[in-house]
């Protein structure tokens, strides 16, 4: 075992004096760091978008002039997803989902404007950022720099050499196994020093983060194993070094380009998601007639109100309730009868979009790049998930301030009733937006399967490199 | 010509005893039928979403109408929902949808389709934004990010690999295993042999690939009798043909250049990764750096700023739930501000439209820096996916909300009630098919370039062609 | 004469590969040239074909500069290297039939082909069998088997009966034999001093890229040859 030393510096020595491997490697590392760029500038001027929009909304919202507080719950407001420093490396599923949403009275709207739409046609072809260098390109790198580690020797003749030196076949894969992970770290370990730097002075310097990065930075390197053991194996198994290099550019092609789209081909036709229009459809129907479609509108509406009265402790007394604070309370019940429906619906339609989501996982124990893809997003904060729980704390922002606004308007009213206008310092007082991202646990949590499955294929492929150590023959 | 004609018929034989090569076509067979299959689940069911709206309208027009003529004779007071009452129709009743029908070969690229709607609902409603409600079906965010496995994707990724599994060693191979040798010591030149093994090996493949091109556009259920169809599928064959071309053009030069199998292969899929992944991800990066695309929500904030005093007085109405917003004075006052609003709302539109029209004549330009952007570009010309058709149909859409809301707006103002007449006279929105000349010079265009760049490739091949010594050793 | 070389030079780089050699084969004559690796044999026979280029000097075959008439030179030409490399998943007759139609001969029956690989000595029962279960000397027969069916005037031959079994060895110089007694012209490069006697008509031994010695065959025994050969490889 003390061999391993010398072949491992051997084999990193004829990795590195190969001008074409080198020229390769170099390009690589060019792309990684061109996408880093494009990627913090992408995300800094997300972020000051989402401040200067959110500001600007602000504006709008408190300068919206004297009104009746309901009117100024249908005036509405916006709010803006945050952009993570993450998104810099990976920006995930960011660009297809909506970035804003709108905030009303009666409504849950659906998160809007995602930039996808206005996006050429050809985006889906080569998207550029880092994490696709990471995991498309790098991959590709390790095959060209791996597939010839046990073929080459064989074909050159001088494994029948070092085999009648009495070495172990077994310190002959460490040696190269090593030389392989050092001479991509080489390339790597500098530009994720470089990503780093990048990300602190984008702000993102928080425990959270670097926690997030660090779990980013193991899961790659699993990934990168992955690929490192089913080359030595291929090499070994092949014929000969051209073989061994169309069967892992093969295998390449069919992990990274043909099993993501048909396994989200196939999960968008198990889990199929509505149409807006039909979801809409659907929306109104059970606002008529309620969700299982036996509860008549009113009805309902009444009853909340009773129950709302009671609380407030007026029903009993038979005490009279001015004009405004019977619409102020009516308005709530209203919203509340609605936001019934409305959860209802959206929890739905996101169970099912989640459910879609999680069936492509599934096809990670088919491909490693896929199960890689999606812990990418993940510990990025840039997948479903993320979005989903900020559209979930967005939700629960909206009701409070609905009921905030028609609180104002039942208290305050009095006999003015729908004429009552509230001014500025009515719309100061609505409560704060203060989303905070969630914690890395809460990524690892929804991407355990992707996890499992990358655990999974790395015991595959340590298991192939051993055996590709007694499997190569020597002539 | 003798001899080319003698290789190519060997290099037949040769092929179809090659078991790998015969792998290698099987497996992009059965993909394309698979792709075909998706394609074709995808047109369906965006056509499907059409259909339905569609028939939803006729139904409520023939619901509406004999309401109508029920009313018009009983000339009871405007109610709730009344199809009498024209800012009620205008908004809700009688509301149209224009859709944008898919073309025959629509299976082939689904395009930007699962991203832009492709059919709206027309009502009387200003709209400050491209918010809009659809029928196209949704799309998980991972299925849009990845793209679809439709043929298109096949055709513009994969295939090039299969011409490059074909093709990698079409002189090395025969250097390595020693047969150029023989080959030259005969009185025939290289190019003559060169080219009568990519001619052999480039018609195999074309044939197979249109063979279950077409197989799979029947399996997806195109209707291949439907007009423009068969020119659509010339289109779709010839740009097939070039792209095939221009990679056997491409392994040709790396040939012509003398290094060993494995270096050609390593060589050709490090061309096929610039071309066909990192040049359009570089494309959409220098795209979106220069001419970013118009922040949706700044135009938002834009029109929002811009009509807030007129949308103070729409919305002092809208959400007042003592007056109803549907009829009377109040209705003709929300239909004077909506018209406000749609004027003042236009400067912020048209900056938009320019800021758009600016990224695409960039675009145009650039889709010349990567053959595999021209491909997946006329492939979705070809099944009218493209980004010409789309715009297209959301100009009409636009035209004809402006005539819609024109119709109502008059009637509205001067107060005057639906009638039979009125609402056979709702306008209706007939999709114009551009005209074939324009989808021709574009494909065409493309084919050109696919052609003129395999040209320049073998141009350069001809040099290392000539030196005969270099390729023997 | 049908194949001249005339102050014919070769260098690769700075390395003289060939220094000025001056050779002649006429028809039914046997060249044979002897000398150690690297004494420029080779390099020769792929000037004669075309494969490399002089650096300066003359490669003629009947009479036609090999440079400036690469296509037209071949056709008078059979080329049997060490290892005659055929397609493996092809027969030996659609091998033959290939590279005779590739030589120009355009109405070949299949009989004669057969009648050719015959003559050539290739087991009958292997005419139809693909050329990967064949061993070198039934490929070696192919080759002349190519050079009979497409009539050559002239063989080139590079060291072709190098790790032959005596038998096919032997088989092969007899066939060699023949076709010169049929008017052809064979220069072949050798190891095979033993070969070389019996079947040429002048030997010439080179040695860093000049032909050092030229004799008839018939004016020497093996013995002499034998000497006469390691006279020159000294020094």
Request: glycine letters at 8%; one cysteine or more; proline letters at 4%.
């Amino acid at each position: 075992m003390s061999l391993v030393r010398p072949i491992a510096t051997k084999e990193l020595q004829e990795i590195i004096r190969d001008g074409r491997l080198r020229l390769l490697g170099g390009i690589v590392v060019i792309l990684a760091l061109a996408a880093l760029a494009f990627g913090a500038q992408q995300t800094h001027r997300a972020q000051e978008a989402r401040e200067h929009a959110s500001e600007r909304a602000e504006k709008q919202w408190e300068g919206q002039g004297e009104k009746n507080p309901h009117v100024a719950a249908h005036y509405g407001t916006h709010v803006f997803a945050p952009t993570s420093v993450a998104t810099a490396i990976d920006p995930g599923v960011t660009a297809y989902l909506g970035r804003s949403v709108k905030i009303e009275a009666h409504k849950r709207n659906l998160a809007a404007h995602s930039a996808a739409e206005d996006s050429a046609s050809f985006q889906r072809m080569g998207s550029f950022s880092v994490s696709m260098v990471l995991l498309l390109l790098v991959p590709l790198l390790i095959i060209a720099l791996g597939h010839g580690l046990w073929s080459r020797e064989r074909e050159s003749g001088t494994l029948r050499q070092l085999l009648s030196t009495g070495v172990e076949r077994k310190s002959l894969l460490f040696g190269k196994a090593i030389a392989l992970f050092l001479s991509i770290a080489l390339l790597l370990v500098p530009a994720a020093v470089l990503v780093l730097g990048v990300l602190w002075a984008l702000g993102g310097g928080d425990a959270s983060t670097l926690m997030r990065l660090a779990l980013l930075g193991l899961g790659y390197c699993v990934y990168f194993g992955i690929f490192g053991g089913l080359t030595l194996y291929a090499s070994a198994a092949s014929g000969s070094s051209r073989a061994a290099l169309v069967a892992m550019i093969g295998a390449w092609g069919l992990f990274c380009l043909v099993l993501p789209r048909a396994a989200t081909e196939v999960a968008s036709a198990a889990r199929p998601l509505p149409s807006q229009a039909s979801l809409a459809r659907d929306v109104a129907k059970s606002l008529e007639v309620g969700i299982d479609g036996n509860l008549e509108r009113e009805a309902a509406v009444e009853a909340l109100v009773e129950d709302m009265l009671a609380e407030e402790g007026y029903s009993d007394t038979g005490m009279l309730v001015d004009a405004a604070t019977i619409s102020g309370v009516e308005l709530q019940a209203e919203a509340r009868w609605e936001d019934s429906i409305h959860d209802h619906h959206m929890r739905a339609l996101s169970d099912q979009m989640s459910a879609q989501e999680d069936f492509v996982t599934l096809a990670g124990f088919l491909s490693p790049f896929v199960a890689m893809r999606s812990l990418s997003a993940g510990l990025c904060g840039t997948d479903y998930a993320h979005h989903r729980h900020f559209t979930e704390y967005t939700e629960g922002w909206r009701k409070s301030l609905v009921t905030m606004l028609n609180k104002a308007f039942a208290d305050n009213a009095g006999d003015a009733g729908w004429d009552y206008k509230a001014g500025p310092e009515v719309w100061k007082n609505a409560p704060a937006f203060n989303y905070a991202e969630p914690s890395p646990t809460f990524a690892l949590q929804v991407h355990l399967r992707s996890v499992l499955a990358l655990a999974l294929w790395a015991f595959l492929s340590l298991g192939l490199a051993l055996r590709s150590a007694q499997r190569v023959r020597v002539t | 010509m003798s001899t080319f004609r003698t290789v190519l018929q060997l290099e037949w034989r040769i092929l179809k005893r090659d078991r790998s090569a015969l792998a290698v076509l099987g497996i992009f067979a059965l993909f394309l039928i698979l792709a075909a299959l998706a394609g074709g689940h995808q047109a369906n069911s965006l056509a499907n979403g059409i259909e339905r709206t569609q028939s939803e309208e006729a139904t409520r027009y023939a619901q509406l109408a004999i309401r109508l003529s029920e009313l018009e004779k009983s000339e009871t007071p405007l109610s709730a929902e009344d199809p009498r009452d024209s800012v009620w129709m205008g908004a809700v009743g009688s509301a149209r949808v224009a859709s944008l029908p898919p073309a025959p070969l629509a299976s082939i690229a689904i395009g930007q389709r699962d991203l832009h709607p492709q059919s709206v609902r027309v009502t009387s409603e200003v709209h400050l934004t491209r918010e809009r409600e659809t029928e196209t079906p949704m799309a998980g965010p991972t299925r849009l990010r990845t793209g679809a496995f439709d043929p298109a994707f096949l055709f513009v990724i994969l295939f090039p690999l299969v011409v490059i599994a074909l093709s990698y060693e079409l002189l090395s191979g025969e250097r390595e295993r020693g047969t150029l040798a023989m080959l030259l010591s005969q009185p025939v030149s290289q190019s003559e042999l060169v080219m009568g093994k990519a001619t052999a090996r480039l018609s195999a493949l074309s044939g197979a690939t249109l063979l279950f091109a077409v197989l799979g556009l029947v399996v997806a259920g195109a209707d291949l009798g439907a007009p423009g169809a068969l020119l659509a599928l010339c289109l779709y064959a010839g740009v097939l043909i070039m792209w095939a071309v221009f990679w056997f053009a491409a392994a040709i030069l790396v040939n012509s250049q003398g290094g060993t199998s494995a270096k050609n292969a390593l060589v050709l899929v490090g061309m096929w990764l610039i071309l066909v992944i990192i040049v359009p991800g570089l494309v959409n990066v220098g795209v979106d750096t220069l001419h970013p695309p118009p922040s949706s929500i700044d135009l938002l904030h834009e029109a929002r700023e811009a009509t807030q005093d007129v949308e103070k007085e729409l919305n002092g109405l809208a959400g007042r739930h003592d007056v109803d917003p549907g009829s009377g004075e109040t209705a003709q006052r929300i239909a004077v501000v909506q018209e406000e609003l749609a004027r003042r709302a236009e400067p912020v539109h048209q900056e938009v439209s320019a800021q758009i029209a600016k990224r695409q004549s960039l675009l145009d330009s650039l889709r010349f820096l990567s053959p595999a952007i021209l491909v997946q570009l006329a492939l979705e010309d070809v099944a009218g996916s493209g980004g010409a058709r789309h715009q297209r149909f959301e100009a009409q859409a636009d035209a004809f909300h402006d005539a819609y809301r024109a119709f109502f707006s008059e009637r509205i103002q001067k107060g005057v009630r639906m009638g039979t007449a009125d609402l056979q006279a709702v306008p209706r929105f007939i999709h114009e098919e551009e005209a074939s000349g324009a989808l021709l010079q574009r494909i065409f265009t493309a084919m050109g370039a696919l052609l003129a760049a395999a040209a320049g490739l073998m141009l350069w091949a001809r040099r290392g062609l000539g030196r005969i010594g270099r390729l023997t050793r | 004469m049908v194949l001249k070389a005339e102050n014919l030079v070769k260098h690769y780089g700075d390395h003289p590969a060939l220094r000025g050699l001056n050779l002649e084969v006429g028809a039914g004559e046997v060249f044979c040239l002897l000398g150690a690796n690297g004494a420029g044999k080779t390099t020769t026979i792929q000037l004669f074909l075309g494969f490399i280029e002089p650096t300066s000097g003359s490669a003629k075959i009947q009479g036609l500069e090999v440079r400036e008439n690469a296509l037209e030179t071949k056709k008078f030409i059979a080329y049997i290297p060490e290892n005659v490399m055929l397609y493996p998943n092809l027969t030996g007759l659609e091998n033959l039939e290939y590279f005779t139609t590739l030589a120009g001969i355009t109405h070949v029956w299949e009989a004669e082909l057969r009648t050719t690989l015959d003559r050539a000595g290739l087991p009958a029962d292997f005419v139809d069998q693909p050329v990967g279960t064949y061993s070198k000397g039934m490929r070696q027969k192919v080759g002349i088997a190519m050079a009979i069916a497409r009539r050559a005037r002239l063989l080139l031959l590079d060291e072709p009966t190098s790790g032959l079994d005596p038998k096919a060895s032997n088989e092969f110089s007899q066939l060699v034999t023949t076709l010169r007694d049929e008017g052809v012209a064979v220069l072949m490069a050798t190891h095979d001093l033993f070969r070389s006697r019996e079947i040429a008509t002048r030997i010439g031994i080179m040695k860093r890229g000049e032909l050092v010695a030229e004799f008839a065959a018939a004016e020497v025994s093996h013995t002499d040859l034998e000497r006469i050969y390691l006279e020159h490889m000294h020094d």
